[in-house]
């Protein structure tokens, strides 16, 4: 490029660093706290100007990073100008044990562990299926995202209901799906959830799995997920309905629209945000102003935590406790999940926008080794025989899963016409948990006053 002139671009939000403030445990979001006390004037109202109500939001990471994202812009020997990111920070920082969850059995934390390497090794296989050309269109990886996929989903009760985004591909893998089912549905196989009638993992399972399809529009199964909440509670059922949300589509206004409905009606909702540090090419500074995504729950006057999205444990024990929540009618609860995703947007995006740093920094808390470590050396449950064994039988799974898959056949052309509309005899559609309970009312409507025709 020869010499180059270089010029840093304030970010929007001032180069203000991110997920480096450290919150405490000891107040939970809602609970005001008055820091002056005021005298008072007539009708017990305060007279001094500082009457300010502060929130605290759990935060039970066991590390912060402090980093700054800018944009420095610089001039080939053309004149031309290139833009490219800049991450400042600590990031030699000894990576946190996992912290001990206060729910999980040895059993349960070992099958935890067992799904997040089905989901890395069946993902790794979708990345050669495509290579090999047998994919149809693009595959969408949540490398770095299985702790949170997979502890989430498990603390889900059977009865409970979910809707997984395109990277949450680990939680049908809990919910009882087979690795063929998503590697079929990519190649677009007749035997394919969908019948080969889509290429991604948009479909879902209403009748045996509480499974709603994943959505592109991104926000809208939040608002789609609090309409499922209320027609179980309409039902007399007070259920869970989890979905996940990017950082990205957390801007979205649907999502607004969707937690604020869930909030009012305090509806069973819990909603993950994977806080994934870039939203396809754009860096979290340059997305929204708050430090942390969780202050945003603040506005809905509904309880958020803060997790390390990396850490099976801290995203267990939230989602459990709040599906305790949900089953006990106190209404939504907002989940930050803190972590990055290690891939670009899709397969055909290399992420080149991300600085090396970040992910040379992320990829030493990669969710699978460290549970691994917590497993064998922390907690010892697991001698290295036994983890050996393990993978190995996962591999044969996911090695079976994959033949399955390809010697499926592709649809037939005649196919492509049916099972496009519900036709007539297609299915019952009928209330899941009982008819809904509604207030007596008269037996009709009285007419109040005439139609009106405006011109």
Same mark, same amino acid.
């Given at each position: 490029?020869?010499?180059?002139?270089?010029?840093?671009?304030?970010?929007?939000?001032?180069?203000?660093?991110?997920?480096?403030?450290?919150?405490?445990?000891?107040?939970?979001?809602?609970?005001?706290?008055?820091?002056?006390?005021? +005298?008072?004037?007539?009708?017990?109202?305060?007279?001094?100007?500082?009457?300010?109500?502060?929130?605290?939001?759990?935060?039970?990471?066991?590390?912060?990073?402090?980093?700054? =994202?800018?944009?420095? !812009?610089?001039?080939?020997?053309?004149? &031309?100008?290139?833009?490219?990111?800049?991450?400042?920070?600590?990031?030699?920082?000894?990576?946190?044990?996992?912290?001990?969850?206060?729910?999980?059995?040895?059993?349960? +934390?070992?099958?935890?562990?067992?799904?997040?390497?089905?989901?890395?090794?069946?993902?790794?296989? $979708?990345?050669?299926?495509?290579?090999?050309?047998? =994919?149809?269109?693009?595959?969408?990886?949540?490398?770095?995202?299985?702790?949170?996929? %997979?502890?989430?989903?498990?603390?889900?009760?059977? /009865?409970?209901?979910? +809707?997984?985004?395109?990277?949450?591909?680990?939680?049908?893998?809990? @919910?009882?799906?087979?690795?063929?089912?998503?590697?079929?549905?990519?190649?677009?196989?007749?035997?394919?959830?969908?019948?080969?009638?889509?290429?991604?993992?948009?479909?879902?399972?209403?009748?045996?799995?509480?499974?709603?399809?994943?959505?592109?529009?991104?926000? /809208?199964?939040?608002?789609?997920?609090?309409?499922? #909440?209320?027609?179980? @509670?309409?039902?007399?059922?007070?259920?869970?309905?989890?979905?996940?949300?990017?950082?990205?589509?957390?801007?979205?206004?649907?999502?607004?629209?969707?937690?604020?409905?869930?909030?009012?009606?305090?509806?069973?909702?819990?909603?993950?945000?994977?806080?994934?540090?870039?939203?396809?090419?754009?860096?979290?500074?340059?997305?929204?102003? %708050?430090?942390? $995504?969780?202050?945003? !729950?603040?506005?809905?006057?509904?309880?958020?935590?803060?997790?390390?999205?990396?850490? #099976? %444990?801290?995203?267990?024990?939230?989602?459990?406790?709040?599906? #305790?929540?949900?089953?006990?009618?106190?209404?939504?609860?907002?989940?930050?999940?803190?972590?990055?995703?290690?891939?670009?947007?899709?397969?055909?995006?290399?992420?080149?926008?991300?600085?090396?740093?970040?992910?040379?920094?992320?990829?030493?808390? /990669?969710?699978?080794?460290?549970?691994?470590?917590?497993?064998?050396?922390?907690?010892?449950?697991?001698?290295?025989?036994?983890?050996?064994?393990?993978? +190995? &039988?996962?591999?044969?799974?996911?090695?079976?899963?994959?033949?399955?898959?390809?010697?499926?056949?592709?649809?037939?052309?005649?196919? !492509?016409?049916?099972?496009?509309?519900?036709?007539?005899?297609?299915?019952?559609?009928?209330?899941?948990?009982?008819?809904?309970?509604?207030?007596?009312?008269?037996?009709?409507?009285?007419?109040?006053? !005439?139609?009106?025709?405006?011109?």
């Amino acid at each position: 490029m020869g010499n180059s002139k270089k010029k840093s671009k304030a970010g929007s939000n001032g180069n203000r660093p991110r997920n480096g403030a450290s919150r405490s445990n000891s107040q939970l979001l809602g609970k005001a706290v008055r820091p002056f006390d005021s +005298a008072q004037g007539e009708n017990g109202a305060p007279t001094s100007n500082h009457d300010v109500r502060t929130y605290s939001i759990p935060d039970y990471r066991l590390e912060h990073p402090n980093f700054t =994202v800018r944009q420095v !812009a610089e001039k080939d020997k053309h004149g &031309d100008e290139h833009v490219r990111y800049e991450v400042t920070g600590d990031r030699d920082v000894p990576v946190p044990h996992i912290r001990d969850s206060k729910y999980l059995s040895k059993e349960q +934390a070992i099958e935890i562990y067992r799904y997040m390497l089905l989901n890395r090794k069946m993902e790794i296989a $979708l990345e050669n299926l495509y290579k090999q050309g047998k =994919v149809v269109g693009g595959v969408y990886f949540g490398l770095g995202q299985e702790a949170c996929s %997979c502890a989430s989903s498990y603390a889900l009760d059977k /009865d409970d209901w979910f +809707a997984p985004m395109i990277r949450n591909q680990g939680s049908l893998l809990v @919910r009882g799906f087979g690795a063929s089912d998503v590697m079929m549905q990519y190649m677009a196989k007749a035997d394919s959830p969908t019948k080969g009638r889509d290429g991604t993992s948009h479909f879902g399972d209403i009748e045996k799995r509480n499974m709603v399809s994943p959505i592109s529009m991104l926000g /809208d199964l939040i608002p789609v997920m609090s309409g499922v #909440a209320l027609g179980a @509670r309409l039902q007399g059922r007070n259920l869970a309905v989890m979905t996940w949300i990017g950082d990205g589509g957390q801007s979205t206004g649907v999502t607004y629209e969707g937690i604020n409905f869930a909030a009012v009606q305090n509806l069973g909702l819990v909603l993950v945000v994977e806080s994934n540090e870039w939203a396809y090419s754009t860096p979290s500074e340059m997305q929204y102003r %708050c430090q942390d $995504l969780a202050e945003r !729950a603040i506005g809905y006057g509904i309880p958020a935590v803060i997790v390390d999205g990396t850490d #099976a %444990c801290q995203v267990y024990d939230a989602v459990h406790e709040a599906v #305790a929540r949900a089953h006990r009618g106190e209404g939504p609860t907002f989940i930050e999940a803190k972590m990055m995703r290690m891939k670009g947007h899709a397969i055909h995006d290399a992420a080149s926008y991300v600085p090396k740093e970040m992910f040379e920094f992320w990829k030493k808390r /990669d969710p699978i080794a460290r549970f691994e470590n917590y497993l064998l050396k922390e907690k010892k449950w697991m001698t290295g025989k036994e983890n050996a064994d393990l993978i +190995a &039988d996962v591999e044969r799974v996911i090695e079976e899963e994959r033949e399955i898959a390809v010697n499926s056949p592709m649809p037939t052309p005649e196919s !492509a016409e049916g099972g496009v509309f519900c036709e007539e005899g297609c299915h019952e559609i009928k209330p899941k948990y009982g008819m809904p309970k509604v207030k007596k009312g008269t037996a009709g409507y009285k007419e109040t006053e !005439a139609t009106v025709h405006l011109k």
